[in-house]
């Protein structure tokens, strides 16, 4: 019996997954054995040129296991979306194939100037960065229609729109604004890079001067771009919460803007420590340095359970109360999820707010490995985050809807379920609300 187009196309699929996890790990093979061999130079312009996406596509393969598991649970989490965006939401399978067509690009390019830069060809190594940000730019805007064209093209829409905070707030414009804040380090990383591209074929001008056998300081981590960068996203989620409490009146969006703005001095001291840190010197504004850590972990920490989880603590009434003494978080009757998963998504949401406490330990600082784990730990912190805030945007939707309020219209907050299916059997709630209208989202996130 002849298979089906559908077959045909499903098989085809499924070799181009496998050849591409093969190339992938060639890539890997590949770095491991050139980096060790390669000069100082070379192992320190290949953090500079290709760190920085590490954690970005770690956050891609994570929101697309985020979509298999919240189809997995039946939890409707598009709901959060309006109609208009609902249509351009992939599929994990979909967010998965993407995924790995963008970590073949990025390893292919990182093996590729490890290895030229190994072997003496510094020149062919320079164009390595190039091509791997221009295809990686292509992702998004590339016309042609591969790789889910319309919603490659939704998602550049959703980022301009983010970049340029001067329009009323969507679910899509709020969700990928957060998304960012915990991708602050890549943004820094990402200005560095581009700074030295900018300058020239560093690699071959670090040879030509005879400097190849020394690590580089190609752009100063204290430049003024860099730091911009390393803030832009907090900068964007602070006007945002200015345009949502000017276009809803919710006063709350005030307090929200005022956590944003005490990441503010958090970073900048955070980037000045680390250059005394590394340096073995003693910081003189080490005690304004951890107090600004503590009041911004300490408030994020809040906002993140009792507002943006919507779990009742010191301003909702419900909690609960220990040794009667100490008030815990609680849970509303309608969660979704088995107790465990919230006890598990507080507490190591607790810590993973407080990663930055490693710099308090000898010199872990100094080394680029710790530097990238504390990224990649952020970013599977947002994962976490990012289940039960759709489940309270959910909650507030189904809310609305009962009391005859637009679904779409208002505030725009909620998370969801956890990870790898641990611990995240619902409890009654299946998260499905009636559809909304093609009104224009309004995010007030109290």
């Not at 490659?152 to 340029?164: A, D």
């Amino acid at each position: 019996m002849e298979r089906t187009a559908k077959q045909h196309a499903g098989a085809a699929s499924r070799r181009t997954t496998v050849a591409l996890f093969t190339w992938c790990s060639i890539c890997c093979l590949s770095l491991l054995y050139f980096t060790p061999r390669a000069s100082y130079a070379v192992r320190d312009l290949l953090l500079v040129y290709f760190q920085p996406m590490v954690p970005v596509v770690f956050a891609l393969w994570l929101w697309a296991h985020n979509v298999q598991r919240f189809h997995a649970l039946g939890i409707e989490y598009d709901m959060c979306f309006s109609a208009k965006d609902r249509k351009y939401l992939l599929s994990s399978g979909e967010l998965y194939r993407i995924a790995l067509w963008l970590t073949a690009v990025c390893l292919t390019c990182a093996a590729g100037f490890a290895s030229m830069g190994a072997l003496g060809f510094y020149s062919l190594a320079d164009y390595m960065p190039l091509l791997m940000y221009f295809a990686a730019a292509l992702f998004v805007v590339a016309p042609a229609n591969v790789l889910d064209m319309p919603s490659r093209l939704f998602f550049g829409e959703t980022l301009q729109r983010v970049l340029v905070p001067v329009q009323e707030v969507t679910w899509a414009d709020f969700l990928m604004a957060d998304i960012a804040t915990s991708l602050s380090k890549s943004s820094a990383d990402l200005c560095k890079a581009a700074l030295t591209l900018l300058a020239g074929p560093a690699l071959h001008s670090l040879v030509t001067a005879g400097a190849a056998g020394a690590a580089p300081r190609v752009v100063d981590p204290l430049a003024a771009p860099v730091l911009f960068a390393m803030c832009l996203p907090y900068i964007i989620r602070f006007a945002q919460c200015l345009i949502v409490n000017r276009t809803t009146g919710n006063r709350a969006q005030l307090l929200n803007a005022l956590k944003y703005a005490t990441a503010f001095p958090a970073l900048v001291l955070t980037a000045i420590e680390h250059e005394y840190h590394v340096s073995g010197l003693v910081y003189p504004m080490y005690d304004w340095w951890l107090g600004a850590m503590f009041v911004n972990s300490l408030y994020s920490y809040y906002w993140d359970l009792e507002m943006d989880w919507d779990m009742p603590w010191l301003a909702q009434p419900g909690g609960q109360t220990f040794l009667r003494v100490l008030k815990l978080p609680g849970l509303k009757s309608d969660s979704m999820f088995r107790k465990s998963w919230y006890v598990w998504a507080a507490l190591s949401n607790l810590v993973l707010r407080h990663t930055w406490a490693h710099r308090l330990i000898g010199k872990l600082e100094k080394h680029a490995t710790v530097l990238l784990v504390m990224a990649l730990l952020e970013v599977f912190r947002r994962y976490q985050w990012t289940y039960i805030r759709v489940e309270t945007e959910l909650r507030k939707l189904r809310i609305r809807a009962s009391h005859g309020h637009l679904p779409d219209m208002g505030q725009r907050d909620s998370d969801g379920a956890g990870p790898g299916g641990s611990g995240l059997v619902g409890a009654g709630a299946s998260g499905t609300v009636p559809p909304p209208t093609d009104h224009p989202i309004v995010v007030t996130q109290d």
